[in-house]
């Protein structure tokens, strides 16, 4: 399994740099259009909290990913996309 300092520096490659004036300009319109788009495509078990649990699922998704592709224990990986998927299916 690799390190904790690898792992968090993988992580931390795959996140775009604050810096970047093109990226920051365009990011914010893609992230609010996942947003919006899932907010208003699932059927959310309660509606006032559509855009919260977009957030909340987008977000521990990216998460998750990062991390499942962090490893390199396909078995660890597998059990960080199992235990989100589950956790995310209640919202």
């Known amino acids: 399994m690799k390190t904790v300092a690898s792992t968090l520096g993988?992580?931390?490659?795959?996140?775009?740099?604050?810096r970047d004036k093109v990226i920051q300009a365009r990011g914010p319109y893609r992230v609010k259009h996942m947003i919006e788009g899932m907010a208003g495509r699932f059927q959310w078990k309660r509606k006032d909290a559509a855009r919260r649990n977009a957030i909340h699922l987008l977000s521990a998704a990216v998460g998750a990913l990062t991390l499942a592709r962090a490893v390199d224990d396909s078995r660890l990986s597998d059990e960080i996309l199992e235990c989100i998927r589950d956790d995310l299916a209640s919202l």
Request: proline share 0%; glycine share 0%.
């Open 10 to 18: 993988v992580a931390r490659s795959n996140l775009i740099e604050r």
